[in-house]
T-cell receptor, first 116, second 116 residues
Framework: DGGITQSPKYLFRKEGQNVTLSCEQN?????MYWYRQDPGQGLRLIYY???????QKGDIAEGYSVSREKKESFPLTVTSAQKNPTAFYLCASSIGAGRGASREQFFGPGTRLTVL | AQSVTQLDSQVPVFEEAPVELRCNYS??????LFWYVQYPNQGLQLLLK??????LVKGINGFEAEFNKSQTSFHLRKPSVHISDTAEYFCAVRRNYGGSQGNLIFGKGTKLSVKP
């Protein structure tokens, strides 16, 4: 079945550590996205990538980094510079990112990160 | 600036009653509109979308929504809810632009609680 996988489902981090969240899709989508979700705040865009080897900052990119070396993979690193990283992280993908594309996004199951 | 307002953060309703979840957006250009559902500790699932054509859109699980351009609204409705509809619902808007200006903007969500 086609879809998006995220791992791990739960992740615990000590303060000062970097951690990497995995996101893989087999939908052959060009565009991929990372969102952070906090209670009552909806989804906030961290980074997005419209094509391999290219990515752009979203609204809350500080303290995060990404790479897009393969079309199917878009890992997110939460660095020690992120002051309040405890949150639910969602990865998504869409067919295209051009003007005419609907950009209907398909979501993974999420990773819940807790800083101890 | 582009924005999406979900007018109710929580909506309690009894089983088999009708429900309406309200969504208003601000945009001076044409838009695509989406409703997503999120069950606890899961990713988002697309309920329905409006891209063009008929303003009444039918989705999964018996939900429907009506696009009202003059009122810039896209309210979600279901004539008779079930316990299993208890979840958080997100409205999202995409302006018909390329690049970052065409990314999805999400509302802050409405928690639907269906009581027996």
């Amino acid at each position: 079945d086609g879809g998006i996988t995220q791992s791990p489902k739960y992740l615990f981090r000590k303060e000062g550590q970097n951690v990497t969240l995995s996101c893989e899709q087999n939908l052959n989508h060009d565009a991929m996205y990372w969102y952070r979700q906090d209670p009552g705040q909806g989804l906030r865009l961290i980074y997005y990538s419209q094509i391999v080897n290219d990515f752009q900052k979203g609204d809350i990119a500080e303290g995060y980094s990404v790479s897009r070396e393969k079309k199917e993979s878009f890992p997110l690193t939460v660095t020690s510079a992120q002051k309040n990283p405890t949150a639910f992280y969602l990865c998504a993908s869409s067919i295209g990112a051009g003007r005419g594309a609907s950009r209907e996004q398909f979501f993974g199951p999420g990773t819940r990160l807790t800083v101890l | 600036a582009q924005s999406v307002t979900q007018l109710d953060s929580q909506v309690p309703v009894f089983e088999e009653a009708p429900v309406e979840l309200r969504c208003n957006y601000s945009s001076s250009v044409s838009v695509y509109l989406f409703w997503y559902v999120q069950y606890p500790n899961q990713g988002l699932q697309l309920l329905l979308k409006y891209l063009s054509g008929s303003t009444l859109v039918k989705g999964i699980n018996g939900f429907e929504a009506e696009f009202n351009k003059s009122q810039t609204s896209f309210h979600l409705r279901k004539p008779s809810v079930h316990i299993s509809d208890t979840a958080e619902y997100f409205c999202a808007v995409r302006r018909n632009y390329g690049g970052s200006q065409g990314n999805l903007i999400f509302g802050k969500g409405t928690k639907l609680s269906v009581k027996p």
